[in-house]
C-alpha cells in the first residue's frame, strides 16, 4: 500500500510517463509503426487512468493543497494551475473518443480529433509535473 504522502509524487511520476508516452506514441505513428502506436497510446491512457484514481484519492483524503508562496512566483503558479485545470478537464473525453475511434479503425476521424487531444493531454500532463514541483518543491 502507496502511504498516503507519497501519492503526490506518484501522481508526479505518472503524469511525467504519460508525458513521454504520448510522445513516444506521436513518433511511433509519424513512423507508420501503427501496432506500436497503438500499444504505446493505451499504456498512455492507462497510465493516465491510474493517476486519475491517485489524485481522486489523495485529494479527497486531504482536500486542497495551498500555495504558500507569495509575489510573481504564486501568480505564475496560478496561470499554470487554471490552464491546468480548465484542459484536464477535457482530455477524458477527448482521450475516449480519440482512443475508441482508433481502436474501431475509423482512422479519418482518430486522426482529425488526436490533433487537438494530443496537445491538450500534452500540455496537462506536462503541467501536471510543473504544478507538483511548484508545490511541493518551491
Not at 41 to 64: D, E, K, N, P, R
Not at 76 to 83: D, E, P
Not at 111 to 125: C, D, E, F, Q
Amino acid at each position: 500500500m502507496i502511504p498516503l504522502r507519497a501519492l503526490p509524487s506518484v501522481n508526479a511520476v505518472l503524469n511525467a510517463t504519460a508525458a513521454v508516452l504520448l510522445v513516444t506514441g506521436y513518433i511511433l505513428i509519424r513512423s507508420r509503426r501503427k501496432d506500436a502506436h497503438r500499444k504505446v497510446m493505451l499504456a498512455a491512457f492507462a497510465t493516465s487512468c491510474a493517476f486519475l484514481v491517485c489524485y481522486l484519492i489523495y485529494h479527497f483524503q486531504v482536500g486542497s493543497v495551498r500555495f504558500a508562496r507569495t509575489g510573481t512566483v504564486r501568480t505564475v503558479y496560478l496561470s499554470i494551475l487554471a490552464t491546468h485545470t480548465l484542459l484536464a478537464a477535457v482530455v477524458p473525453p477527448l482521450a475516449i473518443v480519440t482512443l475508441s475511434r482508433g481502436l474501431a479503425a475509423r482512422f479519418d476521424k482518430h486522426r482529425r480529433i488526436a490533433r487537438w487531444t494530443l496537445p491538450i493531454w500534452l500540455y496537462v500532463s506536462v503541467t501536471g509535473v510543473v504544478v507538483y514541483v511548484m508545490l511541493y518543491h518551491l
